[in-house]
């Protein structure tokens, strides 16, 4: 969650990202949980519920799930 705050070491790497269509999204209940406020994130990155949810409805879109 930190490198999508604004201003993180990697900010303009997500605006490049995000302008070549990545889409970058953070966990709400993370967020919630270390008070994190979507003013705080990057202007690229979306909120979705839960992190865990959101890569279940991906693999089952038929996404890989690749773990660093």
Same mark, same amino acid.
């Given at each position: ?8 070491? $990697?900010? =303009? ?8 269509? +990545? ?8 967020? *919630?949980?270390?008070? $994190?406020? =979507? ?8 909120? +979705? ?8 409805? *991906? ?10």
């Amino acid at each position: 969650l930190a490198m999508f705050r604004a201003g993180s070491e $990697v900010d =303009k790497r997500l605006s490049e990202a995000a302008q070549a269509g +990545v889409a970058l999204r953070a966990c709400g209940r993370t967020m *919630k949980a270390q008070k $994190v406020a =979507k003013a705080d994130l990057h202007p690229g990155v979306d909120v +979705v519920p839960g992190g865990v949810v959101e890569i279940i409805s *991906k693999t089952r879109d038929g996404w890989t799930y690749i773990r660093p």
